[in-house]
Nanobody, 124 residues
Framework: QVQLVESGGGLVQAGGSLRLSCAAS????????MGWFRQVPGKEREFVAA????????ILADSVKGRFTISRDNTKNTVYLQMNSLKPEDTAVYYC?????????????????WGQGTQVTVSS
């Protein structure tokens, strides 16, 4: 089993930046694709970004392209989400998730393990 813990959330002004981290324990992430999702109250959890187990392939939601970057360091068992040019509509709880290597997808149902989430609030 993989335990995932997100950190790095907080309050930031519009236009600012944050870097989220997702640290894994219990098993190496080396053979897992990783994803970031976000959720606001009353809405479904939505896809933000995903990265393949090797780091060679990434997927980004259209709403964050050009602003967010996903990366990973398998030696540290950690995945990152660099968020720049933040907007108030980026406000949400951000979750990381893992998926056994196979297809790299943006589908929430394909991810097996989830963290508890970290709150990101962007003020206007």
């Amino acid at each position: 089993q993989v335990q995932l813990v997100e950190s790095g959330g907080g309050l930031v002004q519009a236009g600012g930046s944050l870097r989220l981290s997702c640290a894994a324990s219990g098993r190496t992430l080396r053979w897992y694709h990783m994803g970031w999702f976000r959720q606001v109250p009353g809405k479904e959890r939505e896809f933000v970004a995903a990265i393949s187990w090797s780091g060679s392939n990434t997927i980004l939601a259209d709403s964050v392209k050009g602003r967010f970057t996903i990366s990973r360091d398998n030696t540290k068992n950690t995945v990152y989400l660099q968020m720049n040019s933040l907007k108030p509509e980026d406000t949400a709880v951000y979750y990381c998730a893992s998926r056994r290597a196979g297809l790299l997808t943006s589908s929430r149902s394909d991810y097996e393990y989830w963290g508890q989430g970290t709150q990101v609030t962007v003020s206007s």
